[in-house]
């Protein structure tokens, strides 16, 4: 799509990040899916739950930079992630739940705003003590998640997700 931007956002399980993020103004297209594996094919849930396929449970993010910046998305990427353990988010446990930002090989610009967010998150984070444990490179790969994990919590309006309701809500407000 023409003027968009793009990143690639892996919190844990897709479902509540898909949810919170296809829900922010200029968001134009989310896609829950898995990023940065070490196959090229067959890619399925099944296979990713394993833990040795490198995956990590990701969302494509595309957006209109004019309407919201990437500084914004990612903002809101932080508000929903625990920056200090590796392979988990809530009682998502697992290294398909590592917590990573990925981005186009072809998107320097976006890599450079990426680098500095996460360089001042991870300076906020050890100043306290505390491992800063987030991936953040360029994609390697992505492949689409099954349908039935697309949009899942407008799906499954009562179903299981790391991130609470009231903390999404709490950060739509906030960006709007």
């Given at each position: 799509m023409a003027n968009t931007q793009t990143l690639y956002l892996a919190g844990g399980c897709f479902w509540g990040v898909e949810e919170l993020f296809r829900q922010i103004p200029g968001v134009v297209e989310t896609q829950a899916g898995y990023a940065n594996g070490n196959l090229t094919q067959d890619v399925t849930y099944q296979r990713v739950c394993e833990g040795d396929t490198e995956f990590r449970e990701t969302v494509h993010v595309v957006f209109d930079p004019a309407i919201v910046s990437a500084e914004r998305i990612l903002w809101a990427y932080f508000r929903i992630v625990d920056p200090t353990v590796s392979n988990r988010q809530g009682n998502d446990v697992g290294t398909q739940y590592q917590a990573g930002i990925y981005w186009d090989a072809a998107d320097s610009?976006?890599?450079?705003?990426?680098?500095?967010?996460v360089d001042g998150e991870r300076a906020r984070v050890e100043a306290q003590g505390l491992p800063f444990c987030i991936e953040a490179h360029e994609l390697r790969n992505f492949f689409e998640a099954e349908e039935y994990h697309q949009r899942y919590l407008v799906k499954n309006p009562g179903g299981y997700c790391h991130v609470p309701r009231t903390e999404m809500d709490e950060v739509l407000a906030e960006l709007t």
């Open positions: 610009e976006l890599r450079e705003v990426v680098r500095q967010i």
